[in-house]
């Protein structure tokens, strides 16, 4: 299983970055897919979740702000992020669960003031 993550970048605050995730090595359609993120000095948080339906949940900070989606015929994972903040700065990564946690290399969110 491959995760890579994309998109990242530096964006000021109320700006909007897309992260795209493409995976490989897996049945994607069937897998429930996650973002999560990890700030400096903080653990590692879920962000976003998708299951292979559709379903969406979200961390309460990001509600209105961030939508997570997928192209099952691509393969990829999707995180659109608008209205950013600082507090959002952080690695972001992808991850999925198949007899084991898979994630991503993680790329970098900068949101300056």
């Known amino acids: 299983v491959q995760l890579q993550a994309s998109g990242g970048g530096l964006v000021q605050a109320g700006g909007s970055l897309r992260l795209s995730c493409a995976a490989s090595?897996?049945?994607?359609?069937?897998?429930?897919m996650n973002w999560y993120r990890q700030a400096p000095g903080k653990q590692r948080e879920l962000v976003a979740s998708?299951?292979?339906?559709?379903?969406?949940s979200y961390h309460d900070s990001v509600k209105g702000r961030f939508t997570i989606s997928r192209n099952n015929i691509n393969r990829t994972l999707y995180l659109q992020m608008n209205s950013l903040k600082v507090e959002d700065t952080a690695v972001y990564y992808c991850?999925?669960?198949?007899?084991?946690?898979?994630w991503g290399r993680g790329t970098l969110v900068t949101v300056s003031s």
């Open positions: 991850n999925t669960y198949h007899q084991r946690d898979f």
């Open positions: 998708i299951n292979s339906g559709g379903t969406t």
């Open positions: 090595g897996i049945n994607f359609r069937i897998y429930n």
